[in-house]
């Protein structure tokens, strides 16, 4: 989905969307018959639920996004409707996405800050909780409105977890931790970034430049945790430039706070795109205004349409939020 957003690929798209179908209805794989029958993953059927019902509705998502490209209206609709099978493992009453069961009601023993047996895989509620990339206005608005979903974000970062809550799960390691927030495994390295849809992005500014500075080094233990599939690197890199993918498959990047003081990418049609910081410092990580190509931004979206083609994308940073 993501190589048919940004016109990387030249793969027939009626074959790309039938194959998508075919493996999103695979009913022995996973709990997907499951999630066909209630809408949700329970928790009493298979364990993780959660985190593969948010995965799966993003899934769904990406799969719509192939569809309206074929110019396939009724599976654009179908998938679409799939996607928002997130609201069904929210919890109201907890604030959370909660383990639900067969029958409806959600689990009873239920400890957001638990990484074993919650029904996330590698994660929390917290953490693995916000995977909503394909509707973050929504999952805002689910969540109380901007003001309550930024205060909540807030917690993540500076609300420190416990060892209890971590020591039976491998793949979270103290060093990877910044509060309750786990950088060392990939499943929250979008949650900085969620600040943009509410009216504190200076945090995710400030968020994403921490994290960098704390998480990263250049030496033989340079990565915090794992580094699976590549993306504790990418991470890096995209957001060193500052910019990252928070929904794959679509055409935005989000902006964030460059730690570099310009690069250079030469891209695959001969182009190159040239990022540029002015006053650029440890102390300047807000940035106050960004061009691309001349014309200035104001919503923190970044388009690869816009920069696909090269260019130059000129952030000026500012000690002030």
Same mark, same amino acid.
Not at 63 to 73: F, L
């Given at each position: 989905?993501d190589?048919?957003?940004?016109? /990387?690929?030249?793969?027939?798209l009626? %074959?790309?969307?039938?194959a ?6 695979l009913?022995?794989y996973?709990?997907?018959g ?8 329970p =928790?009493d ?7 593969? /019902?948010?995965e799966y509705?993003?899934?769904d998502?990406?799969?719509?996004q ?9 599976v =654009?609709?179908?998938?679409?409707k ?14 959370f ?6 029958d409806? /009601?959600?689990?009873? =023993?239920?400890?957001?800050?638990d ?9 929390n509620? !917290?953490n &693995?909780g916000l995977?909503?990339?394909q ?20 917690e #993540? !970062? %500076? %609300?420190e977890?416990?060892?209890? &809550?971590? =020591? ?7 060093d990877? #931790? #910044?509060g309750?927030y ?14 943009n849809? /509410?009216?504190?992005?200076?945090? %995710?500014?400030?968020r994403?430049?921490?994290?960098m500075r ?7 233990d340079?990565?915090?945790?794992n580094?699976?599939?590549?993306q ?5 890199? !995209?957001?060193a430039?500052? !910019?990252?993918?928070v929904?794959p ?15 250079k990418?030469?891209?695959?049609n ?7 910081t002015?006053?650029q410092?440890e102390k ?7 061009l691309?190509?001349?014309?200035e931004?104001?919503n923190h979206?970044?388009k690869?349409s ?8 000129v ?7």
């Amino acid at each position: 989905a993501d190589a048919v957003a940004k016109n /990387t690929t030249d793969a027939d798209l009626k %074959t790309m969307l039938n194959a998508s179908i075919t493996s999103s209805n695979l009913k022995y794989y996973d709990g997907i018959g499951d999630y066909l029958k209630y809408g949700y993953v329970p =928790e009493d059927k298979s364990g993780s639920s959660v985190s593969k /019902t948010l995965e799966y509705a993003y899934d769904d998502w990406c799969i719509a996004q192939i569809a309206k490209k074929s110019g396939d209206k009724n599976v =654009e609709n179908e998938y679409l409707k799939r996607s928002e099978n997130y609201k069904n493992v929210y919890n109201s009453r907890s604030g959370f996405m909660h383990p639900k069961l067969s029958d409806g /009601t959600f689990k009873t =023993e239920f400890d957001p800050m638990d990484t074993h047996g919650q029904g996330f895989i590698e994660g929390n509620a !917290f953490n &693995y909780g916000l995977y909503v990339p394909q509707n973050v206005p929504e999952m805002i608005k689910m969540m109380g409105g901007k003001n309550k979903f930024s205060k909540h974000l807030d917690e #993540i !970062f %500076t %609300t420190e977890i416990a060892d209890k &809550y971590i =020591e039976k799960n491998e793949d979270i390691t103290r060093d990877g #931790i #910044i509060g309750n927030y786990v950088h060392g495994n990939e499943p929250g390295h979008h949650i900085p970034y969620l600040y943009n849809w /509410t009216n504190d992005a200076w945090k %995710t500014q400030e968020r994403v430049r921490m994290i960098m500075r704390k998480m990263y080094s250049d030496g033989e233990d340079g990565l915090c945790g794992n580094d699976d599939a590549g993306q504790m690197s990418a991470w890096y890199i !995209f957001s060193a430039m500052g !910019f990252y993918p928070v929904l794959p498959g679509s055409d935005e990047y989000q902006l964030g706070s460059p730690i570099v003081k310009s690069a250079k990418i030469n891209l695959e049609n001969a182009k190159v795109l040239n990022i540029q910081t002015e006053n650029q410092s440890e102390k300047n990580v807000y940035v106050s205004k960004i061009l691309v190509n001349g014309k200035e931004v104001k919503n923190h979206v970044l388009k690869h349409s816009d920069i696909a083609n090269g260019g130059e994308v000129v952030f000026y940073m500012s000690a002030k939020r």
